[in-house]
């Protein structure tokens, strides 16, 4: 009888890992969303500096007392122009956003926000990315709907626009709002 190797059995079985652990990956019950450890918990600190002359942002604009919205944007973002008039819109109809600006040069966020319009209630800059690795932020634009005690209730990865916009983020902001 021949004898078999351990190194003959190995690579079937590492492959009928990988093909499960895809199967569980699809056919879990929200396979596009992108859990957040933030979620129920109190939202992290944002940096305190400050971009330009905008209004900076301290601890106390996390619990407002309202439901507000923390927005990772970049001026080099195309998704974040798309959505910024969104942002816009929302701010003018009374929303309070928190604009953290990461990974960006400060004179190019400046520009961009001086341009197009600041729809933030506060701005931080973060030019080194530390804020967005403490919220889990993977890319920009993401955005987190607060509680009005500061707890994060929802995270939202992608441009505020589209139809993923209506069906997940629209919806979690109007529960949001009800509470």
């Given at each position: 009888?021949?004898?078999?190797?351990?190194?003959?059995?190995?690579p079937?079985?590492?492959?009928?890992?990988?093909?499960?652990?895809?199967?569980?990956?699809?056919?879990?019950?929200?396979?596009?969303?992108?859990?957040?450890?933030?979620?129920?918990?109190?939202?992290?600190?944002i940096?305190?500096?400050?971009?330009?002359?905008?209004?900076?942002?301290?601890?106390?604009?996390?619990?407002?007392?309202?439901?507000?919205?923390?927005?990772?944007?970049?001026?080099?973002?195309?998704?974040?122009?798309?959505?910024?008039?969104?942002?816009?819109e929302?701010?003018?109809?009374?929303?309070?956003?928190?604009?953290?600006?990461?990974?960006?040069?400060?004179?190019?966020?400046?520009?961009?926000?001086?341009?197009?319009?600041?729809?933030?209630?506060?701005?931080?800059?973060?030019?080194?990315?530390?804020?967005?690795?403490?919220?889990?932020?993977t890319?920009?634009?993401?955005?987190?709907?607060?509680?009005?005690?500061?707890?994060?209730?929802?995270?939202?990865?992608?441009?505020?626009?589209?139809?993923?916009?209506?069906?997940?983020?629209?919806?979690?902001?109007?529960?949001?709002?009800?509470?």
């Amino acid at each position: 009888m021949a004898k078999v190797s351990p190194l003959m059995i190995a690579p079937p079985l590492i492959f009928a890992g990988f093909v499960a652990l895809a199967g569980i990956g699809m056919f879990r019950d929200n396979p596009n969303d992108l859990p957040s450890t933030m979620i129920g918990l109190s939202a992290p600190p944002i940096t305190t500096d400050a971009l330009g002359s905008y209004p900076n942002v301290t601890p106390d604009t996390l619990a407002t007392g309202k439901v507000t919205l923390v927005n990772f944007w970049a001026s080099w973002c195309p998704p974040c122009r798309a959505e910024h008039p969104r942002l816009l819109e929302m701010a003018a109809n009374g929303m309070p956003i928190i604009g953290i600006n990461f990974k960006d040069q400060g004179g190019a966020a400046l520009g961009y926000l001086d341009d197009d319009g600041n729809p933030f209630s506060g701005v931080a800059f973060d030019p080194q990315g530390r804020t967005a690795i403490d919220w889990g932020v993977t890319a920009p634009p993401e955005t987190f709907i607060l509680d009005a005690d500061g707890t994060v209730l929802f995270r939202f990865a992608g441009p505020l626009v589209g139809s993923d916009y209506q069906q997940r983020f629209v919806p979690a902001l109007e529960r949001a709002l009800q509470n």
